[in-house]
């Protein structure tokens, strides 16, 4: 049998560390150094333009998730964390909702419970006293809270795009993801590794096609994985 060749749509993931903008510094928190008991979760990766942290604990409340943040100087920074509440279309109760922990101590308002839609929040000021510190997610709930950045910047006129086209830019600018894409060359290309996808895969791939089978999880059977 021929070799399959199964290249994954590439994620996006960011390392955390210091920016090229001296006011700001953003970390996707699909970069986090410990992810904890939280999640990568892809499946809004094509609205998005990235993945993002979820805490799945089936009702009971993960362990944190942490990283380091590198602060370009010391001062005070405006903190914002782009997240959603997910059940607002449905439920007047937030069922999502965590704390964001910097050096172990909370900010002052609990998160994942206001707009249906992806939305940066302010969530005050901090003040970075040292260079590096740890900063955390805390789950309260374990039904599904949703992180998907946290942006701080020293400027007081400045927030955060939230549409797709101007988080791209700040991740390029910030992040350095302005990469050329590389190119290859096959003779079958499929889009998504639901059954019929990989099933198509492995026949053309038997009969000796060049196949590329593209997907957005980390794992092939769409309906039929978990």
């Known amino acids: 049998m021929k070799r399959l060749l199964l290249p994954l749509l590439s994620l996006l993931i960011c390392v955390s ?33 990235s993945p993002y942290l979820m805490a799945h604990g089936m009702g009971i409340p993960v362990t944190d998730a ?59 000021t901090v003040v970075a006293s040292k260079s590096t510190m740890e900063i955390s997610l805390h789950d309260l709930t374990g039904f599904n809270g949703r992180c998907d950045a946290i942006y701080f910047t020293s400027d007081k006129e400045d927030t955060p795009p939230n549409d797709l086209l101007g988080l791209e830019a700040l991740r390029k600018e910030l992040l350095g993801t302005d990469k050329e894409p590389k190119e290859n060359k096959f003779d079958f290309v499929i889009i998504g ?32 994985s978990s």
């Open 17 to 49: 560390g210091i920016s090229k903008n001296p006011n700001s510094v953003l970390i996707e928190t699909e970069s986090f150094d410990n992810k904890g008991g939280w999640v990568i979760d892809q499946q809004s990766m094509d609205v998005m333009g």
């Open 66 to 124: 942490s990283t380091t943040v590198t602060f370009p100087k010391k001062g005070a920074y405006r903190i914002y964390i782009r997240t959603r509440n997910w059940t607002a279309p449905w439920s007047d109760i937030a069922t999502g909702q965590f704390q964001v922990l910097v050096d172990g101590k909370p900010l002052d308002q609990e998160f994942g419970i206001s707009d249906k839609d992806w939305t940066w929040i302010d969530g005050g």
């Open 193 to 224: 590794g639901g059954m019929a996808g990989t099933c198509a895969a492995i026949s053309a791939a038997r009969l000796g096609v060049k196949v590329a089978l593209i997907q957005n999880r980390p794992v092939l059977g769409g309906n039929n």
